[in-house]
């Protein structure tokens, strides 16, 4: 509980063999981008980095499918990975740690200017997933000209040259151009002009189409477009999302004489009007259809103090969430004044989440994470005498895998044991919950799909699936048996 205020939404699907969709994401602690109205769409192709200038902290963040942003730092030549702080906590496997993300890249240089180059590489992680990137063509660590004229009616005018440094434009955004996914397909991102460059230095680029291939491209599976209506000044002024389908959203803009730009409204397929204001920046409330409005108030430190809604007999706005923030300890208040505390360690580590009614605790839920991963370790949940009541342990392998669970009340356990593959995919090859039961897998080389399944009791096959696919990865044919052999 950070008192940060999120939103998540999604704007369109294009369903079909490799679905695609429009997902947009608010944080009120995110940096104000006036591109897109203080939200971020598709934070997948985000990608924002300072790669070598000296003059600040060097790091790549990258957006996740989620919404997770994750800062990376040099770990070597041409190398950035995943670096945890002490905060860091997370509960998954190792196809979505941070920890098996790697940025590599290199630089190609411009033959006629030897400080010009442009950013290539790719960034990969433990899913399988590849992203490659691509930054625009420019002198990244050195300095640019920039020559002002000044018009006169006597002398013709004058210019003025000034010498731009690289702490003008860094961190800097470097558009993902190219997504390989896991099952073999691919996602092709296309960008489009953000406003003219007047200065000789690149401004981050708009999103203006997804496209799904198969893997060799030879078939196109969906496509989103992506269209800016403009003010007179050049200003986005709302955003049109179409589908190879035929169906659009829309995404309106609030354009102020001296206000930052938010977002209005969004129009989408099937679902009302959705209303949005904003203090500044800060996005305050939302009114969705049906008359469901959510209000949110703030603290002078930009926390989250009290929610409202239009919950009273008579449509009336009560709170339905109030936040009192303390040292390792942020406390919750639900609309019929229940509690929940969460606390935190040293390093802001959640420790414990207390549940009370009426006063009375009535459940704790314990959490311990491992201090160099921050992979969850052990999970208790205690009754209100604070005896366990469940108690879930979990040890991993090198890839942040969780090879052995354990879930009981400290007398009697249920384990659950498996393997996963070390070759980059970190797929599920053996799982077992008893002895003399083997549950085994394989897949199509170089993706996730699931190729076999093979249930094994005491060395004997039990039952045995096969899977296979087209071109498109799509599943086309399931063929299952069992074996009754003594």
Same mark, same amino acid.
């Given at each position: 509980?950070?008192?940060?205020?999120?939103?998540?939404?999604?704007?369109?699907?294009?369903?079909?063999?490799?679905?695609?969709?429009?997902?947009?994401?608010?944080?009120?602690?995110?940096?104000?981008?006036?591109?897109?109205?203080?939200?971020?769409?598709?934070?997948?192709?985000?990608?924002?980095?300072?790669?070598?200038?000296?003059?600040?902290?060097?790091?790549?963040?990258?957006?996740?499918?989620?919404?997770?942003?994750?800062?990376?730092?040099?770990?070597?030549?041409?190398?950035?990975?995943?670096?945890?702080?002490?905060?860091?906590?997370?509960?998954?496997?190792?196809?979505?740690?941070?920890?098996?993300?790697?940025?590599?890249?290199?630089?190609?240089?411009?033959?006629?200017?030897?400080?010009?180059?442009?950013?290539?590489?790719?960034?990969?992680?433990?899913?399988?997933?590849?992203?490659?990137?691509?930054?625009?063509?420019?002198? $990244?660590?050195?300095?640019?000209?920039?020559?002002?004229?000044?018009?006169?009616?006597?002398?013709?005018?004058?210019?003025?040259?000034?010498?731009?440094?690289?702490?003008?434009?860094?961190?800097?955004?470097?558009?993902?151009?190219?997504?390989?996914?896991?099952?073999?397909?691919?996602?092709?991102?296309?960008?489009?002009?953000?406003?003219?460059?007047?200065?000789?230095?690149?401004?981050?680029?708009?999103?203006?189409?997804?496209?799904?291939?198969?893997?060799?491209?030879?078939?196109?599976?969906?496509?989103?477009?992506?269209?800016?209506?403009?003010?007179?000044?050049?200003?986005?002024?709302?955003?049109?999302?179409?589908?190879?389908?035929?169906?659009?959203?829309?995404?309106?803009?609030?354009?102020?004489?001296?206000?930052?730009?938010?977002?209005?409204?969004?129009?989408?397929?099937?679902?009302? #009007?959705?209303?949005?204001?904003?203090?500044?920046?800060?996005?305050?409330?939302?009114?969705?259809?049906?008359?469901?409005?959510?209000?949110?108030?703030?603290?002078?430190?930009?926390?989250?103090?009290?929610?409202?809604?239009?919950?009273?007999?008579?449509?009336?706005?009560?709170?339905?969430?109030?936040?009192?923030?303390?040292?390792?300890?942020?406390?919750?208040?639900?609309?019929?004044?229940?509690?929940?505390?969460?606390?935190?360690?040293?390093?802001?580590?959640?420790?414990?989440?207390?549940?009370?009614?009426?006063?009375?605790?009535?459940?704790?839920?314990?959490?311990?994470?491992?201090?160099?991963?921050?992979?969850?370790?052990?999970?208790?949940?205690?009754?209100?005498?604070?005896?366990?009541?469940?108690?879930?342990?979990?040890?991993?392998?090198?890839?942040?895998?969780?090879?052995?669970?354990?879930?009981?009340?400290?007398?009697? $356990?249920?384990?659950?044991?498996?393997?996963?593959?070390?070759?980059?995919?970190?797929?599920?090859?053996?799982?077992?919950?008893?002895?003399?039961?083997?549950?085994?897998?394989?897949?199509?080389?170089?993706?996730?799909? #699931?190729?076999?399944?093979?249930?094994?009791?005491?060395?004997?096959?039990?039952?045995?699936?096969?899977?296979?696919?087209?071109?498109?990865?799509?599943?086309?044919?399931?063929?299952?048996?069992?074996? $009754?052999?003594?």
């Amino acid at each position: 509980m950070t008192g940060e205020y999120c939103e998540k939404e999604v704007d369109l699907v294009v369903a079909g063999s490799e679905p695609l969709s429009v997902r947009r994401f608010y944080n009120s602690r995110s940096p104000y981008d006036p591109r897109y109205a203080t939200w971020r769409y598709n934070p997948e192709a985000f990608f924002v980095a300072n790669i070598e200038w000296q003059g600040q902290e060097i790091f790549a963040a990258i957006g996740e499918v989620d919404g997770s942003v994750y800062s990376l730092k040099p770990s070597g030549l041409s190398t950035f990975t995943f670096q945890p702080p002490k905060s860091f906590t997370f509960s998954g496997n190792g196809t979505s740690h941070p920890l098996n993300m790697t940025i590599n890249y290199w630089k190609q240089g411009d033959p006629k200017d030897e400080y010009r180059f442009e950013y290539r590489g790719t960034i990969s992680d433990g899913s399988g997933r590849i992203r490659s990137f691509v930054s625009a063509m420019h002198r $990244w660590t050195h300095y640019v000209h920039w020559r002002e004229k000044k018009e006169s009616g006597w002398s013709g005018g004058s210019k003025t040259l000034w010498r731009i440094y690289a702490n003008t434009w860094t961190p800097f955004h470097i558009p993902i151009i190219e997504e390989k996914l896991p099952n073999g397909n691919v996602l092709v991102y296309e960008y489009t002009r953000w406003k003219k460059e007047k200065q000789n230095f690149p401004l981050p680029k708009l999103l203006s189409s997804i496209t799904a291939y198969n893997a060799d491209k030879t078939h196109v599976l969906g496509v989103i477009n992506f269209h800016y209506p403009r003010t007179k000044h050049g200003e986005v002024a709302g955003i049109q999302v179409t589908g190879s389908d035929g169906r659009t959203a829309f995404l309106q803009h609030r354009i102020g004489k001296k206000s930052p730009i938010t977002l209005s409204s969004a129009t989408r397929p099937g679902i009302p #009007l959705t209303s949005y204001s904003s203090h500044n920046a800060i996005l305050n409330t939302v009114i969705k259809p049906e008359g469901r409005t959510l209000m949110t108030e703030y603290n002078p430190q930009g926390k989250v103090s009290v929610q409202y809604a239009p919950v009273g007999p008579n449509g009336e706005k009560y709170p339905i969430g109030r936040y009192e923030y303390h040292d390792n300890l942020t406390i919750f208040h639900d609309a019929e004044n229940n509690k929940v505390h969460y606390r935190y360690d040293v390093d802001n580590k959640l420790t414990s989440i207390e549940f009370f009614q009426e006063n009375a605790l009535y459940r704790t839920e314990r959490f311990t994470w491992d201090a160099s991963t921050g992979n969850l370790i052990c999970k208790i949940i205690e009754n209100p005498t604070g005896t366990p009541i469940q108690i879930s342990e979990y040890h991993y392998d090198k890839n942040q895998n969780p090879i052995l669970e354990k879930v009981g009340d400290g007398k009697e $356990w249920r384990t659950l044991e498996r393997t996963y593959s070390d070759d980059g995919f970190n797929l599920k090859l053996t799982e077992t919950d008893r002895p003399g039961k083997l549950i085994c897998f394989t897949y199509v080389p170089g993706t996730n799909l #699931l190729a076999s399944e093979f249930i094994y009791e005491n060395q004997i096959i039990r039952q045995r699936a096969f899977y296979t696919y087209d071109d498109c990865a799509i599943c086309r044919d399931i063929v299952k048996s069992c074996v $009754w052999s003594s």
